[in-house]
Nanobody, 124 residues
Framework: QVQLIESGGGLVQAGGSLRLSCAAS????????MGWFRQAPGKEREVVAT????????YYADSVKGRFAISRDNAKNTVYLQMNSLKPEDTALYSC?????????????????WGRGTQVTVSS
């Protein structure tokens, strides 16, 4: 059974930083893309960042470029999201995802494994 477990969310003031982690178990994703999406109340889920199996290719939503950084440690089957200069509009439930396919995906339809999410709340 594949599980993706996120951690690292919390309450932070605007301008602060958080580092999210997502540990996968049940199968290895060292050859597959992984990513982070978020969903705010009343809004649709949106992509935050995705990363290829090697880490050589990444994609960021325009709203987080220059502030967030996605990375992965294949030996630990884990993907990270470093979030700096946080804004109140970054408040959302952040979920990590993975796919058994090899193609690099930037939409949620490209991922079939999902974690339950970790809440990030940024106060002004």
């Amino acid at each position: 059974q594949v599980q993706l477990i996120e951690s690292g969310g919390g309450l932070v003031q605007a301008g602060g930083s958080l580092r999210l982690s997502c540990a996968a178990s049940g199968r290895t994703f060292s050859s597959n893309p992984m990513g982070w999406f978020r969903q705010a109340p009343g809004k649709e889920r949106e992509v935050v960042a995705t990363i290829s199996w090697s880490g050589a290719s990444t994609y960021y939503a325009d709203s987080v470029k220059g502030r967030f950084a996605i990375s992965r440690d294949n030996a630990k089957n884990t993907v990270y999201l470093q979030m700096n200069s946080l804004k109140p509009e970054d408040t959302a439930l952040y979920s990590c995802c993975a796919t058994s396919k090899t193609g690099f995906a930037i939409t949620d339809s490209g991922y079939e494994y999902w974690g339950r999410g970790t809440q990030v709340t940024v106060s002004s």
